[in-house]
């Protein structure tokens, strides 16, 4: 990233799209910058990572692993724990203070929102492979409390592996690239303006918080209210309105079987606000493409089966399935080809890692460190003492790397050769992720479980079952290391926005990934003990959980493992815009005009569009992004001191409700007693 104080008028027309004054303003990054350095605004905070904040930090994160283990499992969503972790350890951490009279502020606050995501991000495998493998017969006839060993074990490799894994991704695409990640930036903003009251910058402060205050209880009371009335508080489905009215199927149809409807989704509201709308328009672009025009039109030919899905051979699958080839082709590309053109740090950050390296051998050697120079300058301006030592997270890296492999063998029979493989899969996969979730907030770690089986979908000489489980547990390490890899850079972003030392939320993480391994087991045994039917469906009665992840992971593996294929002409799509996402990336770095940057296609989010199968979410994008512009048109000043207040209120408040409405449901209370605008007989809620 540019430097924070001054950068060119390029720059900042490619990141933030404004197009006014571009010469002599400096950006809202600087001005957010420059006020966390004012001690008049922020108090001087001696030690960053505290074991307050840490602990605290994780207890709220065991609180979202709690929830996400049961939403996972009910409709295969679930929800980050920043801005949880922001708001809450604000109140715990700030009441403690004054208890004690000790200082407290927003960067301790950040301390304790990385613990937070640590620990309530750990879910992903326990709504996915795991459960797959018992439904599929693949543990014998073992239960998880037969199991607990190996899932501990199981649990140690994705909570450590996946943050050792993401600290050199830093540089790329917090640094250099820049990108938005919304929620961790809406995450920043949220603590920031807790702490800004009474401060010399008071009525921006006041400002600020009333902004996101509004915001955030909008968008809460919002989401809550739509847990009893699904229909108009959450989704309005006028185009089958529309087509009913017209007496047209295909219009009708285009809601009910395609998902083209409108959601009050606030939090995806707040995410297009702060997404530039080259991104959106493509995410848009794709979205239509996938399930607006060609999905649609190959159902009705009889080649594909309809929107989501995968269907078992002999059927050549959903538009889900059939798109999903060339949408993470496009975007794996796309990513790579994001990180050769930038060479140069490219060739630093690998210089940097073997030099790390070496001087770690001969720090075990007792031998004096080597001494590194070279000329090339880095946009970081953190502090060398509050950056993470290359010898920690190689040296992580590499024990929890071999601790992965051990574990995979000798408790889940999968090759040693399989394991390297999909360590080196995920690492390139993790860039994939990274990228989209930089972009759009939507870390697409299905569609990199997908690719994962798709590679690992024949072992020689392996009986079928050992087949599958290389295949689950593969596409499980690679999902893991995805998710852990996402949150720690947002966190790392998060603490660049607040001038907080990335050191500091390593140490949170290692902290919180204790507390995610020491819950996550429990849990899982807990919700498979008193719902059996997770991991039996055919179990007689109603299962109260559909496992919509885990159903998916399964039909995968199935069909990946046995007569299944990717159609001939979905590899040649997919051929075709991996070629056009490498030629893309360097025109526009290359050739493109600085001031066309800003417009040009993103075919990374427009091979997002590709894997996701609701229309509803990039629809919420643009309706936060067009809302943002007519304000940016309006009132320039006033979108550049408060649009990001009102985005971290939108994102928290529908995190927050999703809590809430996961606790009532849990509590036993009905969802959506009230049905309005649900279509007939309420076949749309």
Same mark, same amino acid.
């Given at each position: ?77 679930? !929800? ?23 200082? !407290? ?37 073992? #239960? ?38 919304? #929620? ?22 006041? =400002? ?53 409807? !409108? #959601? ?64 993470? +082709?496009?975007?794996?590309? #796309? ?58 997270? @190689? ?5 929890? +790397? ?123 045994? @807990? ?66 005009? =600085? ?28 309706? +936060? ?23 971290? +209120? ?13 606790? @009532? ?21």
């Amino acid at each position: 990233m540019a430097e924070k104080s001054k950068y060119n008028t390029t720059e900042k027309s490619e990141r933030n799209e404004y197009t006014q004054e571009k010469a002599t303003q400096l950006t809202e990054d600087s001005l957010e910058i420059s006020n966390l350095t004012d001690q008049d605004e922020f108090v001087y905070e001696p030690h960053q990572f505290t074991w307050r904040a840490a602990i605290v930090g994780s207890l709220l994160g065991c609180v979202v692993a709690a929830s996400n283990l049961y939403l996972g499992l009910k409709i295969g969503w679930t !929800f980050g724990a920043a801005l949880w972790g922001s708001i809450f350890g604000f109140l715990v951490l700030k009441s403690l203070s004054r208890f004690t009279g000790s200082v !407290f502020g927003p960067k301790e606050n950040t301390v304790c929102q990385t613990a937070a995501t640590a620990s309530g991000g750990l879910s992903s495998g326990f709504v996915t492979a795991i459960p797959a493998m018992y439904r599929m017969g693949l543990m014998k006839d073992r #239960t998880p409390s037969d199991d607990v060993v190996s899932l501990l074990l199981w649990t140690m490799t994705a909570a450590f592996f996946g943050t050792f894994f993401a600290v050199p991704l830093r540089s790329h695409f917090v640094i250099n690239q820049d990108l938005v990640f919304p #929620t961790p930036r809406a995450a920043a903003e949220t603590i920031k303006n807790l702490h800004r009251a009474g401060s010399a910058a008071a009525k921006d402060a006041r =400002d600020a918080g009333r902004a996101m205050m509004i915001s955030f209880a909008t968008a809460m009371i919002w989401a809550i209210i739509g847990f009893f009335i699904p229909g108009i508080f959450g989704t309005i489905h006028i185009l089958y309105y529309i087509g009913k009215a017209a007496n047209y199927t295909k219009m009708m149809n285009a809601d009910a079987e395609w998902g083209w409807a !409108f #959601t009050w989704d606030w939090a995806f509201f707040g995410a297009g606000l702060m997404t530039p709308g080259s991104t959106v328009f493509s995410f848009l672009l794709g979205e239509l493409i996938a399930f607006g025009i060609a999905g649609p039109l190959m159902t009705s030919a009889g080649y594909l089966t309809g929107r989501g899905g995968f269907p078992p051979p002999p059927a050549i699958g959903s538009a889900q399935s059939w798109f999903l080839w060339p949408g993470v +082709g496009m975007m794996v590309f #796309t990513a790579f080809t994001e990180l050769g053109v930038r060479y140069e740090s490219l060739k630093h950050g690998i210089l940097s890692a073997v030099h790390g390296g070496r001087n770690l051998i001969r720090k075990l050697q007792k031998k004096e460190a080597l001494v590194r120079s070279s000329d090339y300058v880095s946009k970081d301006t953190t502090p060398a003492h509050e950056m993470i030592p290359a010898s920690w997270w @190689l040296s992580g890296l590499a024990v929890s +790397g071999i601790f992965t492999i051990l574990v995979m063998y000798f408790y889940f029979d999968v090759p040693v050769y399989a394991t390297i493989g999909a360590i080196i899969l995920s690492f390139m996969l993790a860039f994939v992720g990274l990228q989209a979730s930089g972009e759009t907030d939507i870390n697409p770690t299905g569609a990199v479980a997908k690719v994962t089986q798709l590679v690992f979908s024949r072992v020689p000489g392996a009986d079928l079952a050992t087949v599958q489980k290389t295949n689950l547990m593969c596409a499980n390490i690679a999902a893991s290391v995805c998710s852990q890899s996402v949150d720690m850079v947002g966190d790392l972003k998060t603490a660049q926005l607040l001038n907080a030392s990335p050191k500091a939320m390593f140490w949170a993480q290692m902290v919180g990934s204790v507390f995610a391994v020491g819950v996550a087991i429990p849990l899982f045994l @807990l919700y498979t003990q008193a719902y059996p039917c997770v991991l039996n469906p055919n179990l007689p009665g109603k299962c109260q959980f559909e496992a919509p992840s885990v159903v998916a992971w399964e039909n995968v593996c199935k069909i990946l493992t046995g007569d299944g294929s990717i159609p001939r002409e979905s590899m040649i799509l997919t051929i075709v815009l991996c070629i056009l996402g490498v030629v893309n990336v360097i025109v526009r770095v290359k050739f493109v005009p =600085d001031a066309w940057k800003s417009y040009w296609i993103n075919l990374n989010a427009v091979g997002l569009g590709f894997i996701n199968p609701s229309p509803s979410i990039v629809f919420a994008m643009l309706v +936060g992004w067009t809302a943002g512009h007519i304000w940016k048109r309006t009132n320039i000043r006033s979108h550049e001191r408060l649009m990001y207040s009102v985005s971290a +209120g939108l994102i928290s408040g529908v995190g927050i409700a999703g809590l809430l409405n996961a606790a @009532l449901t849990i509590g036993g209370v009905e969802e959506g007693p009230v049905r309005v605008g649900c279509g007939d007989d309420g076949i749309l809620c």
